[in-house]
């Protein structure tokens, strides 16, 4: 199998990126040179993909306490370009952003993750075939590549366990719904990979809509699409650069100290199941008798329990001062009780506030690194951009890359001419 030179992982850039199809018109025809095959029957059996990724708005940190969450999906994402690969059952994986290579047989996957890429497709296709009704049976080739940062907190393991999930349903006709996708992607993250991360990530992926944000309520997994006028407000995002080796284990620590939290308030609020059910005034009342961590990540949760209904109806009622309000206020609890920002994320955050046609700002995904999302009045994008890129690049002498997003459709097959 040849291995051409990996390319270099994407980065944001305010230039939009290529379009879908000639993007995944160049995707087979790697995949092609990889996996060998010539035009006709072999080119026309590859079949190519688009997952997007997602910027979390509101609700920070609360998914995995049971609150309402308000992302957006992003039209930048992970391609897959897929094959199947005959009765022998052999699985190969590849990605265009570096050399390491899956392969493996469909009846003996490995049962411990790697710590490599492709722990994310495995985990998800372990999940599905855990599920022997599935049908999915056979080898099959896929190639990976895309336009999103990753671990950037743009949830790119989201954006390819869910469009693995898809693209495998849509070949082998397994019959999924997007509920079966989000759960095979859960699974993978979760059981296989290891990080106990909450819904709202494939959730935002896997049911997301043009045009539209997502209000989920992780307690109930109840959700509803809420139409958003990108003539009149803009998601903008600015990457910081900056990824923290710890983030991971950082994570997993704030979701077991929530869990610290809840079990020991738990018998003052009578019927509650997750933190987000404790009340604000109670968990007030016994900050002193946690500890100081656990107090105040609990503080936290509760506080933003409550912001993010705010910002709900601010967004219903169109009053984007509020909104930005509101999302400012996330970051400041994200710094002081939370504390899963750094500098670099504090500088940029601070930089957009200052600017005219900027409502509010946090860090997106589960920080330590990674993007901002910023609310900015339409037709102040670029000014916007400007004056952050110009405060951060004073201080770091770099300019960090921004974009700026209208929502996305969701997973799907892109089609491509042959
Ligand atoms: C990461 C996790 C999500 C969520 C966010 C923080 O993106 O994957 O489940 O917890 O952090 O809001």
Known sequence: MPRPIALPTPVLGSEPPAGLEESLAGLRDEFLLRFGGVSGAA??????????GRVNM??????YNGGPVLPVAIDRGTFLAVRPAGEEGLIRLMTVFGDDVFEGKIDALPPAASGKWFDYPVGV?????????RGLSGGFDVLFGGNLPVGAGLSSSASITVGTAFALDQVFGLGLDPMDRVAAALDAERGYVGVQCG?????????????????????DESFEHLPLDFKKLSIGVMDTGVQRALARGEFNRRVAECKAAFEALKHLAPGATV???????????????????????ALHVVQEVERTFRAREAFLAEDFVELGKAMTETHRSFQTLYECSCEELDVLVDAAVAQDGVYGSRL??????????????AGAEEEVSRGVADAFEARYGRRPPAAFFQGDAGPREVRIPR
């Open 43 to 52: 080119d026309r059996a590859v079949r190519t993909f688009f997952s997007p």
């Open 364 to 377: 997106t995904g589960a920080g330590f690194g990674g993007c901002i999302v910023m609310l900015v009045a």
């Open 199 to 219: 819904i709202m990530d494939p959730f935002a992926v896997g049911f997301a809509r043009e045009k539209q944000v997502l209000w989920l309520d992780c307690k």
């Open 275 to 297: 933190l987000r059910d404790v009340p604000r005034e109670t968990v007030e009342a016994h900050v002193d008798s946690l500890d100081p961590d656990v107090a105040k990540r």
């Open 58 to 63: 509101f609700g920070g940190h609360l998914d």
């Open 125 to 133: 296709i372990r999940a599905l075939l855990a599920d022997g009704s």
